[in-house]
């Protein structure tokens, strides 16, 4: 699974970016696809993702500003932020979950795209 996101950029505090990711490749068998990000001298953390079945979850920091979506036939997974604030200030990785069989065992691999970075000015 091949994934490339776009969408980051500097925006001022209080305004909204929309980060999208495209899927590609082996995308059969695919399940949760989200969004992580990872702010300098920090630890990667999960934003948000969704399932299969459309359910979601967020980190408490970002429930009620950032809302994820997700195009299903078009193997794409959207995150609208609002409400953006300076510790929002992070590169935002694109993942996908999808199930692999390994020496007959099915086991979840997890893809990464690349970083998309967003600058949040206070």
């Known amino acids: 699974v091949q994934l490339q996101a776009s969408g980051g950029g500097l925006v001022q505090a209080g305004g909204s970016l929309r980060l999208s990711c495209a899927a590609s490749?082996?995308?059969?068998?695919?399940?949760?696809m989200g969004w992580y990000r990872q702010a300098p001298g920090k630890e990667r953390e999960l934003v948000a993702e969704?399932?299969?079945?459309?359910?979601?979850n967020y980190v408490d920091a970002v429930k009620g500003r950032f809302t994820i979506s997700r195009d299903y036939a078009k193997n794409k997974v959207y995150l609208e932020m609002n409400s953006l604030k300076h510790e929002d200030t992070a590169v935002y990785y694109c993942?996908?979950?999808?199930?692999?069989?390994?020496?007959?065992?099915?086991?979840?691999?997890?893809?990464w795209g690349q970083g998309t970075l967003v600058t949040v000015s206070s």
């Open positions: 490749g082996s995308t059969v068998r695919m399940n949760d």
């Open positions: 969704i399932s299969n079945g459309g359910a979601t």
């Open positions: 993942v996908a979950d999808r199930r692999e069989l390994v020496r007959g065992t099915w086991e979840v691999e997890k893809y």
